[in-house]
């Protein structure tokens, strides 16, 4: 049953993440044409995983919604379009200054001084504000690039392969926080991941991406969090894999 809080939270999130319409999207390098014709609509507040064979364009159609790289065709719109949205991306590696401590890479780039003590407890790591970032597992750096990313209050979260060099168990564990973080603050979140089993986990919708152009687009309907166990999610993880893996 939901709470009162809860429901008011869900209503503050919806009003936090912003739509975005890719439309006719095409990107080039050289001869080598990676993506055309994308269409994809993000709706505010949306969970999205885009998947596909390992060089079929997933990294770089995020880069072209993030605006690190420039379109050879088409446009990404974002809301009613008026305005920019506050983007973060998050990548494999957590890249973060080895000579600043926690709290210090989490508040790099803010203009104003703004307490990251809440932050770094919604990642769990209220007590490693003073470490370096040497001194924390691959798992530990990642929730520190979270935290970087989240202390903008993002509307639009771009995920790529954020967790693709962590261990199985802290993988999950990870998955988990996101999912939290995601549905109590409200942005909308694009995720690119090799892992059929984390898009069914954490996506609203996951689209795959083959031959440069959307092939599907799936919804998931399952409640949340969800079970690995539950048979439908592994129906769903099973059906997809084997349209990813099915010879073009
Ligand atoms: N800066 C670049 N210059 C030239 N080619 C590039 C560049 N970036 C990407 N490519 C090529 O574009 C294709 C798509 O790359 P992209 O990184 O988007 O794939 P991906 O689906 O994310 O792959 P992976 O799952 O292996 O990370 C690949 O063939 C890649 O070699």
Redesign the pocket.
């Known amino acids: 049953m939901q709470t009162m809080q809860e429901g008011q939270a869900g209503a503050d999130a919806a009003r936090r993440g912003i739509a975005v319409s890719v439309q006719g999207l095409g990107k080039s ?2 001869a ?1 044409q ?1 993506l055309r014709g994308i269409d994809l609509t993000l709706a505010a507040g949306e969970f999205v995983a885009v998947v ?10 995020l ?1 072209l919604i993030a605006a690190l790289e420039t379109p050879a065709a088409g446009a990404v719109r974002f809301g009613d379009g008026t305005a920019l949205p506050e983007t973060r991306v998050m990548f494999q590696d957590s890249r973060l200054l080895p000579w600043k401590n926690v709290a210090d890479n989490v508040a790099l780039g803010l203009s104003r001084h703004v307490d990251v003590r809440p932050v770094l407890q919604q990642v769990g790591l209220e007590d490693r504000a003073h470490d370096w970032p040497s001194v924390l597992s691959g798992g530990q750096r990642q929730r520190v690039a979270l935290a970087r990313a989240l202390v903008h209050d993002p509307q639009l979260l771009l995920l790529d ?1 954020p967790l693709g060099a962590l261990d199985a168990l802290t993988r999950i564990e990870m998955q988990q926080v996101i999912e939290r973080l995601w549905r109590s603050r409200g942005f909308t979140a694009l995720l ?1 991941t ?1 892992d059929v089993q984390e898009a069914v986990a954490l996506a609203d919708r996951v689209v795959l ?1 083959e031959d440069g152009e959307i092939s599907m687009d799936c919804r998931i309907d399952l409640p949340r969090p969800r079970s690995r166990g539950n048979p439908l999610f592994a129906k769903l993880e099973e059906d997809i894999l084997s349209r990813v893996l099915q010879p073009a």
Request: proline share 0%.
């Open positions: 390098y050289g080598r990676v596909g064979r390992s060089g079929c364009g997933k990294s770089t159609l880069r392969e690119v090799h991406i």
